[in-house]
């Protein structure tokens, strides 16, 4: 389609659903077309949703891409946030002067040293998966899942950008992380770094025990969750927080906006 300005970019949009046909959309690709057009359904929505999900846009539900943010300007972040950014060192650093002089148990599984660990506080706060705490009775809950391949090459630049997202249904990964972009590619004196650290991104197939990374948000996950949910609201002195105990997707923004609530609501 090129670039264009916003009125024809709209009436271009309008003509491209008019010939697709499209008065209800029954599947992403109708919803898809309706927001977007055909041009650009086809070059940047079809291939990486059909890589993300598996299956092809037709047999999609319409209500995945329904919040799909469109903007007719020349603004062409992702987000339509005034601010962006990410605390200086990361967030490992930020979390990590946040608990400096707190006693930290790593690599304990709470579930497994519940009894002890209950006796330590009044309270709890719980991360991990909601349906993990009530011993799965209702079932896993389902998630997708992304798998990482992690490089290091001999160059100090690969892309020259932290994340490069790759739309095409032939590319096998849907995006490549070049870590050090996050950070303006300087170590911590301020010094060009020599190398450089690449991980693709691939969508793959959960299954239970493997690592949850998204909420599957459906009527039947979601019917699902609300079981465990009315559970969780009757558990004594345990908060539930966050993506997996809310069972919910969460950018960072957002789940340090909820923790604040919920801390000056609960405390
Ligand atoms: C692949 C991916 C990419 C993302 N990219 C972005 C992005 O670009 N921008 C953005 O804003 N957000 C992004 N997010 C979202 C962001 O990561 C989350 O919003 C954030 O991490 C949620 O914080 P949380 O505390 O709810 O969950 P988590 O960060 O998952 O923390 C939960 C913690 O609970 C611990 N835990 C779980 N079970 C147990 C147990 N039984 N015992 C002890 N500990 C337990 C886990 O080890 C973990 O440390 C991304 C998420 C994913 C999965």
């Not at 009125?7 to 209800?24: H, L, N, P, W, Y």
Request: with cysteine; glycine share 6%; hydrophobic share 35%.
């Amino acid at each position: 389609m090129g670039r264009d300005y916003p009125r024809r970019s709209r009436s271009k949009i309008d003509e491209q659903r008019k010939v697709a046909g499209i008065t209800e959309s029954k599947n992403l690709e109708e919803q898809a077309i309706s927001l977007v057009g055909t041009d650009i359904y086809e070059k940047l929505v079809k291939g990486y949703t059909e890589k993300q999900w598996g299956r092809d846009c037709k047999d999609l539900p319409a209500f995945i891409i329904k919040r799909l943010p469109v903007r007719l300007t020349f603004d062409n972040n992702y987000f339509n946030a005034l601010y962006q950014d990410i605390p200086i060192g990361g967030y490992a650093r930020i979390v990590e002067n946040m608990l400096k002089g707190i006693e930290i148990r790593l690599g304990v599984d709470y579930l497994e040293h519940k009894v002890e660990l209950d006796a330590l506080a009044d309270r709890v706060v719980y991360t991990g998966s909601i349906d993990a705490y009530f011993g799965y009775r209702f079932g896993p809950l389902e998630y997708h899942s992304v798998r990482f391949e992690t490089e290091t090459l001999d160059k100090p630049n690969f892309q020259g950008n932290a994340a490069v997202n790759y739309t095409d249904r032939e590319t096998p990964w849907t995006r490549i992380i070049e870590h050090k972009w996050f950070e303006f590619g300087k170590d911590e004196q301020g010094n060009d770094l020599p190398k450089t650290v690449i991980s693709r991104e691939y969508s793959s197939e959960w299954k239970p025990g493997d690592e949850p990374y998204y909420p599957v948000n459906d009527e039947e996950n979601s019917a699902l969750y609300a079981k465990y949910k009315k559970l969780a609201d009757a558990e004594q002195n345990v908060i539930f927080g966050g993506r997996l105990a809310e069972y919910k997707y969460y950018d960072m923004d957002q789940v340090v906006a909820a923790t604040i609530e919920m801390s000056m609501s609960a405390f």
